[in-house]
Protein backbone atom coordinates (compact mmCIF):
# COMPACT_ATOMS: atom_id res chain seq x y z
CA UNK A 1 0.00 0.00 0.00
CA UNK A 2 0.95 3.53 -0.49
CA UNK A 3 1.10 6.03 2.25
CA UNK A 4 -2.12 7.72 0.94
CA UNK A 5 -3.81 4.12 0.75
CA UNK A 6 -2.67 3.06 4.09
CA UNK A 7 -3.99 6.60 5.44
CA UNK A 8 -7.12 5.69 3.48
CA UNK A 9 -7.20 2.26 5.01
CA UNK A 10 -7.08 4.14 8.65
CA UNK A 11 -10.16 6.50 7.68
CA UNK A 12 -12.11 3.50 7.09
CA UNK A 13 -11.10 1.84 10.29
CA UNK A 14 -11.98 5.19 12.47
CA UNK A 15 -15.20 5.30 10.70
CA UNK A 16 -16.24 1.56 11.48
CA UNK A 17 -15.00 1.90 14.86
CA UNK A 18 -17.27 5.45 15.58
CA UNK A 19 -20.51 4.02 13.91
CA UNK A 20 -19.84 0.74 15.87
CA UNK A 21 -19.69 2.94 19.36
CA UNK A 22 -22.88 5.19 17.95
CA UNK A 23 -24.89 1.69 17.16
CA UNK A 24 -26.26 3.56 14.37
CA UNK A 25 -24.96 5.79 11.27
CA UNK A 26 -23.90 5.04 7.39
CA UNK A 27 -21.32 2.92 6.78
CA UNK A 28 -21.82 2.42 3.11
CA UNK A 29 -21.98 5.69 1.94
CA UNK A 30 -19.35 6.75 4.37
CA UNK A 31 -16.86 3.93 3.31
CA UNK A 32 -17.44 5.19 -0.45
CA UNK A 33 -15.77 7.87 -0.27
CA UNK A 34 -13.21 7.34 1.84
CA UNK A 35 -10.49 7.57 -0.94
CA UNK A 36 -11.62 11.08 -2.03
CA UNK A 37 -11.36 12.34 1.16
CA UNK A 38 -8.11 11.04 2.01
CA UNK A 39 -6.49 12.45 -1.43
CA UNK A 40 -8.39 16.23 -0.70
CA UNK A 41 -7.18 16.73 2.80
CA UNK A 42 -3.94 14.90 2.48
CA UNK A 43 -2.52 15.88 -1.16
CA UNK A 44 -4.64 18.72 -2.50
CA UNK A 45 -6.01 21.05 -0.25
CA UNK A 46 -3.59 24.05 0.95
CA UNK A 47 -2.40 23.70 4.86
CA UNK A 48 -4.48 25.96 6.92
CA UNK A 49 -2.65 29.44 8.13
CA UNK A 50 -4.37 29.35 11.59
CA UNK A 51 -4.90 26.53 13.89
CA UNK A 52 -8.84 24.61 14.02
CA UNK A 53 -8.99 25.03 10.26
CA UNK A 54 -8.69 22.39 8.01
CA UNK A 55 -7.30 24.23 5.27
CA UNK A 56 -7.03 27.66 3.01
CA UNK A 57 -9.37 26.03 0.97
CA UNK A 58 -13.06 25.23 1.33
CA UNK A 59 -14.10 21.40 1.64
CA UNK A 60 -18.44 20.86 1.58
CA UNK A 61 -19.57 17.87 2.58
CA UNK A 62 -22.73 18.06 1.18
CA UNK A 63 -23.83 14.24 0.91
CA UNK A 64 -23.54 15.22 5.12
CA UNK A 65 -24.62 11.70 5.99
CA UNK A 66 -21.16 10.84 5.55
CA UNK A 67 -20.13 12.71 8.68
CA UNK A 68 -18.07 9.85 9.68
CA UNK A 69 -15.55 10.10 6.98
CA UNK A 70 -15.61 13.50 7.65
CA UNK A 71 -14.22 12.90 11.10
CA UNK A 72 -11.80 10.20 10.17
CA UNK A 73 -10.41 11.70 7.83
CA UNK A 74 -10.32 15.18 10.55
CA UNK A 75 -8.74 12.19 12.75
CA UNK A 76 -5.80 11.76 10.72
CA UNK A 77 -5.13 15.59 10.06
CA UNK A 78 -4.92 15.90 13.94
CA UNK A 79 -8.40 17.99 14.11
CA UNK A 80 -10.14 14.81 16.09
CA UNK A 81 -8.47 12.47 18.33
CA UNK A 82 -9.38 8.66 18.29
CA UNK A 83 -11.28 9.51 21.56
CA UNK A 84 -13.51 11.73 20.27
CA UNK A 85 -14.16 9.68 17.39
CA UNK A 86 -16.13 7.31 20.29
CA UNK A 87 -18.47 9.84 20.97
CA UNK A 88 -20.59 9.92 17.39
CA UNK A 89 -23.91 10.73 17.55
CA UNK A 90 -23.83 11.07 21.46
CA UNK A 91 -25.79 13.83 23.24
CA UNK A 92 -22.34 16.15 24.11
CA UNK A 93 -20.53 15.50 21.45
CA UNK A 94 -19.21 17.91 18.61
CA UNK A 95 -19.53 14.68 16.16
CA UNK A 96 -22.92 15.27 15.98
CA UNK A 97 -25.04 12.94 13.39
CA UNK A 98 -24.85 15.07 10.44
CA UNK A 99 -21.46 18.19 9.97
CA UNK A 100 -22.59 21.06 12.55
CA UNK A 101 -20.98 24.52 12.39
CA UNK A 102 -21.99 25.16 16.22
CA UNK A 103 -19.84 21.77 17.28
CA UNK A 104 -16.66 21.85 15.25
CA UNK A 105 -14.95 25.20 13.83
CA UNK A 106 -13.59 23.87 11.16
CA UNK A 107 -17.02 23.11 9.07
CA UNK A 108 -18.24 26.04 7.57
CA UNK A 109 -21.74 24.96 7.29
CA UNK A 110 -24.36 22.42 8.59
CA UNK A 111 -25.07 20.04 6.11
CA UNK A 112 -27.42 16.40 6.79
CA UNK A 113 -30.29 18.02 4.12
CA UNK A 114 -29.11 17.01 0.44
CA UNK A 115 -28.08 19.29 -2.20
CA UNK A 116 -28.15 22.72 0.28
CA UNK A 117 -24.32 22.29 0.47
CA UNK A 118 -23.22 22.01 -2.94
CA UNK A 119 -25.13 25.72 -2.97
CA UNK A 120 -23.16 26.77 -0.20
CA UNK A 121 -20.31 25.49 -1.90
CA UNK A 122 -21.12 27.07 -5.14
CA UNK A 123 -21.62 30.56 -2.61
CA UNK A 124 -18.39 30.30 -1.45
CA UNK A 125 -17.08 29.96 -4.85
CA UNK A 126 -19.18 33.20 -6.16
CA UNK A 127 -17.25 34.82 -3.24
CA UNK A 128 -13.72 34.18 -4.61
CA UNK A 129 -14.56 35.34 -7.72
CA UNK A 130 -15.49 38.33 -6.40
CA UNK A 131 -12.54 38.85 -4.21
CA UNK A 132 -10.16 37.52 -7.03
CA UNK A 133 -8.83 34.57 -4.82
CA UNK A 134 -6.73 31.78 -6.08
CA UNK A 135 -8.24 29.67 -3.26
CA UNK A 136 -10.49 27.16 -4.28
CA UNK A 137 -13.49 25.16 -3.13
CA UNK A 138 -14.29 21.13 -3.24
CA UNK A 139 -17.89 19.65 -2.54
CA UNK A 140 -18.59 15.92 -2.41
CA UNK A 141 -21.81 15.17 -3.31
CA UNK A 142 -23.81 11.23 -3.09
CA UNK A 143 -25.02 10.03 -6.04
CA UNK A 144 -28.85 9.97 -5.12
CA UNK A 145 -27.94 13.79 -3.91
CA UNK A 146 -28.62 14.67 -7.49
CA UNK A 147 -32.31 14.06 -7.81
CA UNK A 148 -32.92 16.53 -5.82
CA UNK A 149 -34.25 19.75 -7.98
CA UNK A 150 -31.29 21.87 -6.17
CA UNK A 151 -28.57 20.50 -7.42
CA UNK A 152 -29.09 21.16 -10.88
CA UNK A 153 -30.23 24.61 -9.76
CA UNK A 154 -26.75 25.27 -8.68
CA UNK A 155 -24.83 23.48 -11.46
CA UNK A 156 -26.85 25.98 -13.91
CA UNK A 157 -25.58 28.92 -11.78
CA UNK A 158 -22.10 27.56 -10.95
CA UNK A 159 -21.50 27.03 -15.45
CA UNK A 160 -23.00 30.62 -15.68
CA UNK A 161 -21.40 32.12 -13.69
CA UNK A 162 -18.10 30.45 -14.83
CA UNK A 163 -16.88 29.26 -11.29
CA UNK A 164 -13.24 28.34 -12.21
CA UNK A 165 -12.66 27.83 -8.58
CA UNK A 166 -15.66 25.40 -7.79
CA UNK A 167 -14.59 21.82 -8.05
CA UNK A 168 -17.81 19.22 -7.02
CA UNK A 169 -16.88 15.30 -6.55
CA UNK A 170 -19.67 12.87 -7.23
CA UNK A 171 -19.20 9.70 -4.95
CA UNK A 172 -20.69 7.41 -7.67
CA UNK A 173 -21.57 4.43 -5.80
CA UNK A 174 -24.74 3.74 -7.63
CA UNK A 175 -26.87 2.75 -4.79
CA UNK A 176 -29.06 4.93 -2.31
CA UNK A 177 -31.31 4.43 0.54
CA UNK A 178 -33.84 1.67 -0.83
CA UNK A 179 -32.37 0.39 -4.01
CA UNK A 180 -30.22 1.26 -6.91
CA UNK A 181 -30.30 4.84 -8.46
CA UNK A 182 -31.02 3.22 -11.70
CA UNK A 183 -33.97 1.34 -10.05
CA UNK A 184 -34.73 4.79 -7.93
CA UNK A 185 -34.40 7.31 -10.70
CA UNK A 186 -31.86 7.03 -13.11
CA UNK A 187 -29.12 9.02 -13.30
CA UNK A 188 -27.72 8.82 -16.48
CA UNK A 189 -26.10 9.65 -19.16
CA UNK A 190 -24.60 11.77 -16.51
CA UNK A 191 -21.79 13.07 -17.63
CA UNK A 192 -23.44 14.76 -20.45
CA UNK A 193 -25.70 16.09 -17.84
CA UNK A 194 -22.69 17.79 -16.05
CA UNK A 195 -21.47 18.70 -19.70
CA UNK A 196 -24.41 20.33 -20.98
CA UNK A 197 -24.72 22.96 -17.68
CA UNK A 198 -21.24 23.89 -18.33
CA UNK A 199 -19.08 21.68 -16.15
CA UNK A 200 -15.75 20.31 -17.24
CA UNK A 201 -16.31 16.73 -16.83
CA UNK A 202 -13.65 14.31 -15.90
CA UNK A 203 -15.12 10.34 -15.29
CA UNK A 204 -12.51 8.70 -12.99
CA UNK A 205 -12.44 5.38 -10.47
CA UNK A 206 -13.21 6.76 -7.39
CA UNK A 207 -11.07 5.04 -5.23
CA UNK A 208 -7.82 4.99 -7.82
CA UNK A 209 -5.12 7.15 -6.11
CA UNK A 210 -3.39 8.33 -8.50
CA UNK A 211 -6.47 9.39 -10.91
CA UNK A 212 -8.06 11.04 -7.99
CA UNK A 213 -4.78 13.19 -7.62
CA UNK A 214 -4.24 14.19 -11.39
CA UNK A 215 -7.81 14.88 -11.58
CA UNK A 216 -7.75 16.99 -8.27
CA UNK A 217 -4.77 18.87 -9.25
CA UNK A 218 -5.87 19.82 -12.81
CA UNK A 219 -6.27 22.81 -13.39
CA UNK A 220 -9.64 23.79 -14.06
CA UNK A 221 -10.82 24.92 -17.51
CA UNK A 222 -10.87 28.71 -17.45
CA UNK A 223 -14.08 29.78 -16.58
CA UNK A 224 -15.62 26.52 -15.97
CA UNK A 225 -16.20 24.60 -12.56
CA UNK A 226 -15.28 20.95 -12.58
CA UNK A 227 -16.81 17.88 -11.68
CA UNK A 228 -14.97 14.54 -10.87
CA UNK A 229 -17.76 11.53 -11.62
CA UNK A 230 -15.78 9.26 -9.05
CA UNK A 231 -16.88 5.73 -9.77
CA UNK A 232 -17.04 3.80 -6.20
CA UNK A 233 -18.34 0.85 -4.41
CA UNK A 234 -20.58 1.36 -1.66
CA UNK A 235 -19.12 -0.15 1.59
CA UNK A 236 -15.48 -0.28 0.17
CA UNK A 237 -13.07 -2.52 1.61
CA UNK A 238 -15.10 -4.48 3.66
CA UNK A 239 -16.26 -7.67 1.91
CA UNK A 240 -19.58 -8.33 3.48
CA UNK A 241 -20.76 -4.92 2.82
CA UNK A 242 -19.37 -4.26 -0.42
CA UNK A 243 -22.35 -3.13 -2.96
CA UNK A 244 -24.87 -3.79 -0.93
CA UNK A 245 -27.77 -1.23 -0.01
CA UNK A 246 -28.55 -2.99 3.66
CA UNK A 247 -26.00 -1.09 4.87
CA UNK A 248 -26.65 2.41 3.69
CA UNK A 249 -27.85 3.49 7.13
CA UNK A 250 -28.69 3.58 9.44
CA UNK A 251 -27.66 0.61 10.99
CA UNK A 252 -26.19 -1.01 14.29
CA UNK A 253 -23.12 -3.15 14.04
CA UNK A 254 -22.91 -6.17 16.44
CA UNK A 255 -19.52 -7.45 17.65
CA UNK A 256 -19.02 -9.72 15.92
CA UNK A 257 -19.77 -7.95 12.65
CA UNK A 258 -17.66 -4.70 14.21
CA UNK A 259 -14.48 -6.96 14.75
CA UNK A 260 -15.23 -9.11 11.40
CA UNK A 261 -15.36 -5.60 9.50
CA UNK A 262 -11.76 -4.68 11.00
CA UNK A 263 -10.36 -7.66 9.89
CA UNK A 264 -11.68 -7.02 6.74
CA UNK A 265 -9.84 -3.70 6.81
CA UNK A 266 -6.63 -5.72 7.52
CA UNK A 267 -7.05 -4.53 11.69
CA UNK A 268 -4.36 -6.72 13.01
CA UNK A 269 -5.01 -8.07 16.52
CA UNK A 270 -2.64 -5.70 18.46
CA UNK A 271 -4.04 -2.81 16.23
CA UNK A 272 -7.93 -3.47 17.46
CA UNK A 273 -6.36 -3.95 21.33
CA UNK A 274 -5.21 -0.37 20.78
CA UNK A 275 -8.84 1.24 19.53
CA UNK A 276 -10.44 -0.87 22.32
CA UNK A 277 -7.86 0.80 25.24
CA UNK A 278 -8.81 4.59 23.92
CA UNK B 1 -30.30 44.65 -19.05
CA UNK B 2 -33.03 45.90 -17.73
CA UNK B 3 -36.49 44.90 -16.83
CA UNK B 4 -40.05 45.93 -18.46
CA UNK B 5 -40.45 49.19 -16.81
CA UNK B 6 -43.97 47.54 -15.65
CA UNK B 7 -42.05 45.59 -13.06
CA UNK B 8 -40.26 48.55 -11.27
CA UNK B 9 -42.85 50.13 -8.55
CA UNK B 10 -43.61 53.74 -9.62
CA UNK B 11 -44.34 54.97 -6.20
CA UNK B 12 -41.79 56.25 -4.55
CA UNK B 13 -43.34 55.84 -1.15
CA UNK B 14 -44.10 51.93 -1.28
CA UNK B 15 -42.01 49.67 1.51
CA UNK B 16 -40.30 47.69 -1.71
CA UNK B 17 -39.24 51.07 -2.93
CA UNK B 18 -37.72 52.10 -0.09
CA UNK B 19 -36.27 49.08 1.13
CA UNK B 20 -33.70 49.13 -2.11
CA UNK B 21 -32.54 52.40 -2.59
CA UNK B 22 -32.01 52.73 1.35
CA UNK B 23 -30.06 49.22 0.86
CA UNK B 24 -28.28 51.09 -2.18
CA UNK B 25 -27.45 54.08 -0.26
CA UNK B 26 -25.50 51.83 2.77
CA UNK B 27 -23.59 49.97 -0.14
CA UNK B 28 -21.89 52.95 -0.63
CA UNK B 29 -20.07 52.86 2.07
CA UNK B 30 -19.87 48.99 2.61
CA UNK B 31 -18.62 47.13 0.15
CA UNK B 32 -19.39 44.16 1.96
CA UNK B 33 -23.21 44.01 1.00
CA UNK B 34 -24.69 42.34 -2.21
CA UNK B 35 -28.22 41.76 -3.39
CA UNK B 36 -28.67 38.25 -4.66
CA UNK B 37 -31.94 38.23 -7.00
CA UNK B 38 -34.03 35.83 -8.51
CA UNK B 39 -35.21 37.74 -11.77
CA UNK B 40 -37.67 39.94 -9.67
CA UNK B 41 -35.36 42.55 -9.01
CA UNK B 42 -38.00 45.27 -10.43
CA UNK B 43 -40.64 44.11 -8.25
CA UNK B 44 -38.59 43.97 -5.07
CA UNK B 45 -36.87 47.44 -4.94
CA UNK B 46 -33.48 45.45 -5.86
CA UNK B 47 -33.34 47.51 -9.12
CA UNK B 48 -31.88 50.58 -7.08
CA UNK B 49 -29.50 48.39 -6.02
CA UNK B 50 -28.30 46.82 -9.25
CA UNK B 51 -28.05 50.18 -11.20
CA UNK B 52 -26.11 51.61 -8.55
CA UNK B 53 -23.73 48.43 -7.83
CA UNK B 54 -23.92 46.08 -10.69
CA UNK B 55 -20.95 44.21 -9.73
CA UNK B 56 -22.21 43.53 -6.40
CA UNK B 57 -26.01 42.57 -7.59
CA UNK B 58 -26.00 38.92 -8.09
CA UNK B 59 -28.56 37.14 -10.53
CA UNK B 60 -29.19 33.69 -9.53
CA UNK B 61 -31.81 32.92 -11.83
CA UNK B 62 -35.66 31.89 -10.85
CA UNK B 63 -34.17 29.56 -8.66
CA UNK B 64 -34.87 30.32 -4.61
CA UNK B 65 -33.53 27.07 -3.00
CA UNK B 66 -30.11 27.57 -4.88
CA UNK B 67 -30.25 31.86 -3.98
CA UNK B 68 -30.34 31.04 -0.31
CA UNK B 69 -27.47 28.51 -0.35
CA UNK B 70 -25.15 30.78 -2.38
CA UNK B 71 -26.22 33.54 0.38
CA UNK B 72 -24.98 31.11 3.12
CA UNK B 73 -21.95 30.79 0.78
CA UNK B 74 -21.07 34.50 0.19
CA UNK B 75 -21.73 34.82 3.86
CA UNK B 76 -18.55 32.63 5.02
CA UNK B 77 -16.22 34.25 2.53
CA UNK B 78 -17.11 37.38 4.48
CA UNK B 79 -19.83 39.33 2.64
CA UNK B 80 -23.57 40.46 3.88
CA UNK B 81 -25.58 39.03 1.62
CA UNK B 82 -29.41 40.41 1.39
CA UNK B 83 -31.12 37.30 -0.68
CA UNK B 84 -34.25 39.35 -2.28
CA UNK B 85 -37.65 37.76 -3.81
CA UNK B 86 -41.40 37.85 -3.19
CA UNK B 87 -42.58 36.32 0.16
CA UNK B 88 -44.27 33.58 -1.59
CA UNK B 89 -40.98 32.54 -3.37
CA UNK B 90 -39.00 32.90 -0.45
CA UNK B 91 -40.54 29.96 0.92
CA UNK B 92 -39.46 28.24 -1.79
CA UNK B 93 -36.00 28.37 0.03
CA UNK B 94 -37.63 27.61 3.32
CA UNK B 95 -35.62 24.06 3.93
CA UNK B 96 -32.58 25.57 2.57
CA UNK B 97 -32.96 29.21 4.98
CA UNK B 98 -33.66 26.60 8.25
CA UNK B 99 -30.75 24.59 7.82
CA UNK B 100 -27.91 26.54 5.13
CA UNK B 101 -29.17 29.77 7.39
CA UNK B 102 -31.02 29.70 10.47
CA UNK B 103 -29.47 26.53 12.07
CA UNK B 104 -25.83 27.34 10.29
CA UNK B 105 -26.28 31.23 11.87
CA UNK B 106 -25.36 32.47 8.84
CA UNK B 107 -25.08 36.40 8.35
CA UNK B 108 -27.86 36.19 5.52
CA UNK B 109 -31.03 38.91 5.23
CA UNK B 110 -33.84 38.01 3.51
CA UNK B 111 -35.91 40.74 2.17
CA UNK B 112 -39.31 39.81 0.81
CA UNK B 113 -41.73 42.09 -0.95
CA UNK B 114 -45.32 41.12 -1.85
CA UNK B 115 -46.43 39.86 1.52
CA UNK B 116 -50.09 39.40 2.44
CA UNK B 117 -52.98 40.69 0.37
CA UNK B 118 -51.06 44.25 0.11
CA UNK B 119 -50.20 42.02 -3.45
CA UNK B 120 -53.27 43.17 -4.83
CA UNK B 121 -54.57 41.87 -8.21
CA UNK B 122 -51.78 39.10 -8.83
CA UNK B 123 -53.97 36.89 -6.65
CA UNK B 124 -53.93 34.25 -3.99
CA UNK B 125 -50.50 32.69 -5.48
CA UNK B 126 -48.69 35.26 -4.78
CA UNK B 127 -50.69 36.94 -1.74
CA UNK B 128 -48.07 35.20 1.40
CA UNK B 129 -49.86 35.23 4.41
CA UNK B 130 -47.71 32.45 5.67
CA UNK B 131 -43.92 33.91 6.08
CA UNK B 132 -43.81 35.29 9.40
CA UNK B 133 -45.64 32.08 11.14
CA UNK B 134 -42.57 30.17 9.15
CA UNK B 135 -40.05 32.24 9.76
CA UNK B 136 -40.87 32.91 13.14
CA UNK B 137 -40.51 29.70 14.11
CA UNK B 138 -36.95 29.02 12.63
CA UNK B 139 -34.40 29.27 16.17
CA UNK B 140 -31.97 32.50 16.14
CA UNK B 141 -34.13 34.33 13.17
CA UNK B 142 -35.47 37.86 13.31
CA UNK B 143 -38.61 38.83 11.76
CA UNK B 144 -39.26 42.43 10.98
CA UNK B 145 -42.42 43.47 9.41
CA UNK B 146 -41.91 47.76 9.04
CA UNK B 147 -44.95 50.09 8.40
CA UNK B 148 -43.54 52.54 5.89
CA UNK B 149 -41.29 54.08 3.52
CA UNK B 150 -39.33 55.85 6.14
CA UNK B 151 -39.43 52.99 8.90
CA UNK B 152 -38.08 50.59 5.79
CA UNK B 153 -35.16 53.17 5.76
CA UNK B 154 -34.19 52.53 9.53
CA UNK B 155 -34.50 48.98 9.78
CA UNK B 156 -32.86 48.41 6.05
CA UNK B 157 -30.06 49.93 8.43
CA UNK B 158 -30.51 48.47 11.39
CA UNK B 159 -30.45 45.24 9.15
CA UNK B 160 -26.84 46.17 7.44
CA UNK B 161 -25.57 46.55 10.97
CA UNK B 162 -27.21 43.45 13.07
CA UNK B 163 -24.98 40.18 12.16
CA UNK B 164 -27.54 37.09 11.98
CA UNK B 165 -30.03 35.68 10.20
CA UNK B 166 -33.02 37.72 9.55
CA UNK B 167 -36.09 38.19 7.41
CA UNK B 168 -37.93 41.50 6.66
CA UNK B 169 -41.32 42.15 4.92
CA UNK B 170 -41.26 45.13 2.71
CA UNK B 171 -44.55 45.63 0.57
CA UNK B 172 -45.85 46.11 -3.24
CA UNK B 173 -48.39 48.86 -3.00
CA UNK B 174 -48.13 52.71 -2.02
CA UNK B 175 -48.56 52.73 1.63
CA UNK B 176 -49.13 56.31 3.46
CA UNK B 177 -46.37 57.87 5.14
CA UNK B 178 -46.63 57.19 9.47
CA UNK B 179 -43.60 58.79 9.96
CA UNK B 180 -42.61 62.45 8.35
CA UNK B 181 -38.84 61.48 8.62
CA UNK B 182 -36.55 58.32 9.59
CA UNK B 183 -37.65 56.91 13.01
CA UNK B 184 -35.21 55.40 15.49
CA UNK B 185 -35.23 51.98 14.39
CA UNK B 186 -34.00 49.19 17.30
CA UNK B 187 -34.55 45.48 16.55
CA UNK B 188 -36.72 43.95 19.36
CA UNK B 189 -38.64 47.36 20.08
CA UNK B 190 -42.00 48.30 19.85
CA UNK B 191 -43.39 51.83 19.65
CA UNK B 192 -46.21 53.64 21.00
CA UNK B 193 -47.42 55.52 18.30
CA UNK B 194 -50.76 56.32 19.64
CA UNK B 195 -52.02 57.26 23.69
CA UNK B 196 -54.84 55.75 24.85
CA UNK B 197 -56.34 54.00 28.00
CA UNK B 198 -59.29 52.05 27.25
CA UNK B 199 -58.23 49.35 24.64
CA UNK B 200 -54.40 48.68 22.81
CA UNK B 201 -54.08 47.58 19.16
CA UNK B 202 -50.91 46.44 18.01
CA UNK B 203 -50.14 46.08 15.01
CA UNK B 204 -47.31 45.75 12.29
CA UNK B 205 -46.35 46.40 8.54
CA UNK B 206 -49.67 48.19 6.48
CA UNK B 207 -51.95 47.73 9.38
CA UNK B 208 -49.78 50.02 10.97
CA UNK B 209 -51.53 53.23 9.23
CA UNK B 210 -54.99 51.80 9.12
CA UNK B 211 -54.78 51.23 12.77
CA UNK B 212 -53.58 54.80 13.57
CA UNK B 213 -56.11 56.54 11.91
CA UNK B 214 -58.62 53.79 13.78
CA UNK B 215 -57.56 54.91 16.61
CA UNK B 216 -57.52 58.52 15.79
CA UNK B 217 -61.30 58.21 14.68
CA UNK B 218 -62.49 56.71 17.52
CA UNK B 219 -61.68 59.72 19.79
CA UNK B 220 -64.58 61.48 18.27
CA UNK B 221 -66.89 58.42 20.15
CA UNK B 222 -65.09 58.83 23.07
CA UNK B 223 -62.73 55.65 22.83
CA UNK B 224 -59.24 56.11 23.93
CA UNK B 225 -56.52 53.26 22.01
CA UNK B 226 -53.18 52.56 22.24
CA UNK B 227 -51.66 52.35 19.33
CA UNK B 228 -48.51 50.06 19.56
CA UNK B 229 -46.58 49.44 16.16
CA UNK B 230 -44.69 46.05 16.65
CA UNK B 231 -42.16 46.50 13.54
CA UNK B 232 -40.12 43.36 15.25
CA UNK B 233 -42.19 40.27 15.53
CA UNK B 234 -39.10 38.19 16.84
CA UNK B 235 -38.08 38.71 19.65
CA UNK B 236 -41.01 40.40 20.64
CA UNK B 237 -40.97 43.70 22.62
CA UNK B 238 -43.01 41.73 25.66
CA UNK B 239 -42.68 44.37 28.60
CA UNK B 240 -44.66 46.89 26.14
CA UNK B 241 -47.20 43.96 25.60
CA UNK B 242 -47.66 43.08 28.99
CA UNK B 243 -47.85 46.93 30.33
CA UNK B 244 -50.16 47.65 27.59
CA UNK B 245 -52.21 44.78 29.28
CA UNK B 246 -52.23 45.92 32.18
CA UNK B 247 -52.84 49.60 31.76
CA UNK B 248 -55.83 48.92 29.14
CA UNK B 249 -58.86 46.41 29.32
CA UNK B 250 -58.22 44.47 25.57
CA UNK B 251 -55.87 44.03 22.82
CA UNK B 252 -56.48 43.45 19.39
CA UNK B 253 -54.08 42.24 17.09
CA UNK B 254 -54.03 43.68 13.46
CA UNK B 255 -51.97 42.48 10.92
CA UNK B 256 -51.90 41.28 6.97
CA UNK B 257 -51.32 37.31 7.57
CA UNK B 258 -53.07 34.34 8.93
CA UNK B 259 -54.01 34.66 12.07
CA UNK B 260 -52.62 31.81 12.50
CA UNK B 261 -49.12 31.67 13.46
CA UNK B 262 -47.95 35.53 13.11
CA UNK B 263 -48.15 38.73 15.08
CA UNK B 264 -51.23 37.79 17.34
CA UNK B 265 -50.11 34.55 17.62
CA UNK B 266 -46.63 36.19 19.02
CA UNK B 267 -48.90 38.35 21.32
CA UNK B 268 -50.71 35.38 22.42
CA UNK B 269 -48.25 33.57 23.74
CA UNK B 270 -46.84 36.54 26.00
CA UNK B 271 -49.93 37.29 27.18
CA UNK B 272 -50.67 33.28 28.18
CA UNK B 273 -47.82 33.65 30.48
CA UNK B 274 -48.44 37.21 31.64
CA UNK B 275 -52.33 37.08 31.17
CA UNK B 276 -53.93 40.57 32.40
CA UNK B 277 -56.17 41.17 29.45
CA UNK B 278 -57.89 39.60 26.57
CA UNK B 279 -56.76 39.56 22.93
CA UNK B 280 -58.94 39.91 19.90
CA UNK B 281 -56.77 38.78 17.23
CA UNK B 282 -57.60 40.37 13.60
CA UNK B 283 -56.10 39.12 9.96
CA UNK B 284 -56.83 36.74 7.60
CA UNK B 285 -59.36 34.40 9.13
CA UNK B 286 -57.27 31.14 7.95
CA UNK B 287 -58.53 31.42 4.25
CA UNK B 288 -56.43 32.48 1.20
CA UNK B 289 -57.02 35.83 -0.63
CA UNK B 290 -58.10 36.75 -3.94
CA UNK B 291 -57.24 39.33 -6.79
CA UNK B 292 -58.60 42.62 -6.25
CA UNK B 293 -57.26 45.82 -5.03
CA UNK B 294 -55.24 46.25 -1.65
CA UNK B 295 -57.72 49.04 -0.38
CA UNK B 296 -60.91 46.49 -1.40
CA UNK B 297 -59.39 43.67 -0.11
CA UNK B 298 -58.41 44.94 2.82
CA UNK B 299 -62.42 46.14 3.22
CA UNK B 300 -63.56 42.71 1.72
CA UNK B 301 -61.39 40.34 4.68
CA UNK B 302 -62.21 42.59 7.21
CA UNK B 303 -59.10 44.60 7.65
CA UNK B 304 -59.07 48.47 7.07
CA UNK B 305 -60.04 51.06 9.16
CA UNK B 306 -63.57 50.92 9.27
CA UNK B 307 -63.10 47.12 10.50
CA UNK B 308 -60.78 47.87 13.20
CA UNK B 309 -63.12 50.84 14.40
CA UNK B 310 -65.90 48.48 14.50
CA UNK B 311 -63.86 45.85 16.51
CA UNK B 312 -62.50 47.92 18.28
CA UNK B 313 -66.31 49.05 19.52
CA UNK B 314 -67.35 45.09 19.70
CA UNK B 315 -64.51 44.80 21.77
CA UNK B 316 -65.11 47.87 24.20
CA UNK B 317 -68.64 46.28 24.79
CA UNK B 318 -68.00 42.64 25.52
CA UNK B 319 -64.88 43.97 27.81
CA UNK B 320 -67.63 46.17 29.93
CA UNK B 321 -70.36 43.41 29.68
CA UNK B 322 -68.07 41.08 31.72
CA UNK B 323 -66.70 43.71 33.91
CA UNK B 324 -69.86 44.58 34.95
Redesign the interface.
Known amino acids: MTPTELIAQKVRKNIIWSIYHAKSGHPGGSLSCSDIMTILFHKVMSAPRTKNRLSED ?1 FILSKGHAAPTLYAAAATKGLLTTAELKTLRSINSPLQGHP ?3 HLPWV ?6 L ?14 Q ?2 NSSNRVFTLLGDGELQE ?2 VW ?2 A ?2 SG ?1 HGLSQLTAIVDYNKLQSDASNSEICNLEPLMDKWQSFGWQVINIDGHDHQQLLAALLADNASSQPKVLIAHTIKGKGIDFMENMPLWHGSVTLSEQQYIDAMTSLGCSSTELEEYQNV | MSNAPTLVGQQSNSLREAFGSALSECANTDPTILVLDADVAGGTGAHHFRSQHRQRFIQCGIAEQNMVGVAAGLAISGYKPFVTTFATFMLRGFEQIRLSVAYSNKNVKLVASHPGLDVGPDGASAQCIEDIACMRSLPGMVVLSPCDAWEVRAATKALVNYSGPAYMRTGRSPCPNVFTEEPEFTIGKGYELHYGNDITILSCGVMTHRALSAAQELMTEGISVRVIHLPTIKPIDENMIIKAAQETSALISCEDHNVIGGLGSAIAEVLAENPSAPLFRMGLNDVIGRSGEPDELAAFYGLDTPSIKEKARQVIKKVNKHEQ
Request: cysteine-free; glycine content about 18%; aromatic content about 6%.
Open positions: SDVKDVSTGSGQGFSVAVGIAKGLLKGQEAMFH
